[in-house]
């Protein structure tokens, strides 16, 4: 944890509420960008980023957060990341795709030919299926180390799981999202 983030801490469990404003301008575009590409709805998105927020709000009310516990952002992506699976279930709108199942570009090559692709438009939307294709815990890790920038480490504590499971579900996210996209390749 750096100076800055520890200090934010210290504030926060002091009470001073002018932290509350520096967390959600430090955190808020990282924890909404998580939320949005694990539900691909944007007022979903900013609820459960608010939601998260609140969590945070109550554990400092009720002096249940402590600086020992880790990072602010941490908590805030752990449970911000919780939320979005939970409206996932009770939706039961995903489905999960099995591990070992053989992944072909065959569906994304009926709806978008190379002529099509060269529209950035249209590999944004191709971009957007491929990302469906992945498990929640795969696009997770894919968005905070692509898209947040955050290490693996970083990813593995905020997650509670270990750096190995990261890179795991990294690796596969890539290979996944690569036979998916091998119709846009230059």
């Not at 020992?68 to 489905?95: H, P, Y």
């Not at 905070?144 to 990294?170: F, M, R």
């Amino acid at each position: 944890m750096n100076a800055a983030s520890s200090d934010l801490t210290r504030r926060m469990l002091q009470g001073d509420r002018t932290s509350f404003d520096d967390i959600v301008s430090w955190y808020s575009a990282d924890i909404l960008r998580l939320c949005y590409a694990l539900l691909w709805d944007r007022d979903e998105a900013e609820d459960v980023l608010q939601e998260a927020m609140l969590r945070l709000v109550r554990m400092v009310k009720e002096r249940r957060f402590r600086g020992s516990n880790g990072s602010v952002k941490g908590f805030l992506m752990t449970a911000a990341r919780n939320c979005c699976i939970d409206r996932l279930r009770r939706k039961r709108e995903f489905c999960s795709i099995e591990e070992d199942e053989p992944f072909t570009h065959t569906q994304l090559r009926e709806t978008f030919t190379p002529d099509i692709a060269a529209d950035e438009s249209r590999f944004q939307c191709a971009f957007e299926e491929a990302l469906s294709h992945l498990t929640d815990a795969q696009r997770t890790v894919l968005v905070l180390y692509e898209l947040n920038g955050e290490s693996q480490q970083a990813i593995a504590k905020s997650l509670n799981v270990s750096v190995d499971c990261v890179k795991t579900h990294l690796c596969r996210a890539r290979r996944k999202l690569r036979v998916l996209l091998e119709p846009y390749r230059e």
